[in-house]
């Protein structure tokens, strides 16, 4: 069982940046490959950086250049840096562990940009 817990969510104004994190709980964090998803209103979830237990590396190509996703296992930890923000990245932001049949999800934080 893993628990996942979202922060750093927040206003800003277009070109900013917001760093998120997500500490995980439970046994076995370097096994999982993690994720952040995000869902505006109105539209579905979809996928926006996921690092494999391996670092393998994924983003989608709406932040491409603009987001970087890392992993800290010691601390259990991953992180989600977001630069050069838009309006289009507003939704709440949600990490995802994974490992074979077992998904886990936190309970999201909301990024607001805005002027």
């Known amino acids: 069982q893993v628990q996942l817990v979202e922060s750093g969510g927040g206003l800003v104004q277009p070109g900013g940046s917001l760093r998120l994190s997500c500490v995980a709980s439970g046994t076995g964090f370097s096994a999982y490959a993690m994720g952040w998803y995000r869902q505006a209103p109105g539209n579905e979830r979809e996928l926006v950086a996921v690092i494999s237990r391996g670092g393998i590396i994924n983003y989608a190509d709406s932040v491409k250049g603009r987001f970087t996703i890392s992993r800290d296992n010691a601390k259990k930890m991953v992180y989600l840096q977001m630069n050069s923000l838009n309006r289009e990245d507003t939704a709440v932001y949600y990490c995802?562990?994974?490992?074979?049949?077992?998904?886990?999800w936190g309970q999201g934080t909301q990024v607001t940009v805005s002027s």
């Open positions: 995802n562990a994974a490992f074979r049949s077992l998904i886990y």
